[in-house]
């Protein structure tokens, strides 16, 4: 899974059946900065993910990817490789506290 | 999945039976641009799909990658790794519309 | 998929008894080239393919990766995850044929 | 599969249910430094694996990514990508040993 | 599936229990010189696999990938997402023998 920050989303009104009434968020990877190790940075890719846990634009999320996106129950039989599996409280490194959602604009 | 614009085609007469008869397209994949945040940007990378709903060149469009792709009636039982799911109408990011098909060249 | 350009062959006669008889190729990944969009450009990678359509050294293929290699009678329970599904006769972009196999050395 | 350490954790209260009770361990690849092949160096990317071993921060540990990190009794039915299945004692290269856990801070 | 040089071994005893006993050995994938097109040049990556055909160091060998992996009866059922398939005698490109296992130290 990754980390991903929340930047938009999706209108596709012309899709494949199965597909209509999903939430289309699009979201940008984050890493650990390797230098400083206490900040998250983008990777400054696009994926689209379908929302499973109502997320919200600039919400940090943990996404799946490939075959195990279908392993839910609201996802099983739907042509998707990326979902957004969890909004992130907390993300700690090196010992320390690196991102916090109660404290982070 | 992902974000995409349609490039071209491909033709291919001698291929797998159960690919007789697929429309075979060109993709190059978008991201949101990292800086601005309020364009597309191709990847320049170039992959194959099997169109799903009618789309056409410069369009853009939403693809699933892996097994994923095989998850609707049509492509169940083929050998394909990525197919077009949907036209996009809109894409917006950071509060703002950066693509809609209705204003797009 | 991916179009890839084949560049010669592996032998191995040491191996999985699965893969004995399967013809083995080298490909190297192709791009539309994005500034100019009329030619096909090498990734400079090297796949090993289990070729399905009697593909010859120098031609430009359809490949499939993944579980999604396994989706036909002769690939199905085969530890393989890329395979060529197709000899690809044109590639058209932007409007132009940019590839025809009558009409490439 | 590949060398990791386990750089920090995620905490998130509100993912979907299956996920609830997996602890979650961010970890950064690692590859074996090709030009003095004696040592294990940092990709610098972030991926979150489910942790079936007990590992800790620092810790150099083994990762399945895809499908296969559900093909254990305890992933079977997650929606998960990447899981630690083995804590490393030992890294040898080109005839060296190049890591031991006995050994390294 | 790709070509790839085994580099080293690792060794992990606290692990999930299916894997106890599989050998695992560290490989460097390759490529085919883009250039010259006459050498095979190693990628710089360090990826786990477990070993089917009892490579040993040094040695050029056939990886798969992904679910392919347990494609074979002794890796069926394990959590692993590369296995060694082939020990390579030979790999041609460009019309000429770029590598054979007889001639290379």
Redesign the interface.
């Known amino acids: 899974?990754?980390?991903a920050r929340v930047?938009?989303?999706?209108?596709?009104?012309?899709?494949?059946e199965?597909?209509v009434g999903q939430k289309?968020l699009?979201v940008?990877p984050?890493?650990?900065d390797?230098t400083l190790?206490a900040t998250l940075k983008?990777l400054?890719?696009?994926?689209?993910?379908v929302d499973?846990?109502?997320a919200g634009?600039g919400q940090i999320v943990?996404i799946?990817?490939?075959?195990?996106?279908?392993?839910?129950d609201e996802?099983a039989?739907?042509?998707?490789?990326?979902?957004i599996?969890?909004?992130?409280?907390?993300?700690?490194?090196?010992?320390k506290e690196?991102y916090s959602s109660s404290t982070s604009a």
Chains 1, 2, 3, 4, 5 share one sequence.
Request: aromatic share 4%.
């Open positions: 899974m990754f980390l930047t938009g989303s999706v209108v596709s009104t012309h899709k494949v199965s597909m289309l699009t940008d984050l890493r650990i390797a190790q983008p400054g890719r696009t994926f689209i993910a499973l846990v109502g634009e943990m799946v990817q490939g075959s195990s996106a279908r392993m839910t996802t039989k739907l042509p998707i490789d990326a979902a599996i969890g909004l992130v409280n907390e993300v700690s490194a090196h010992g690196i």
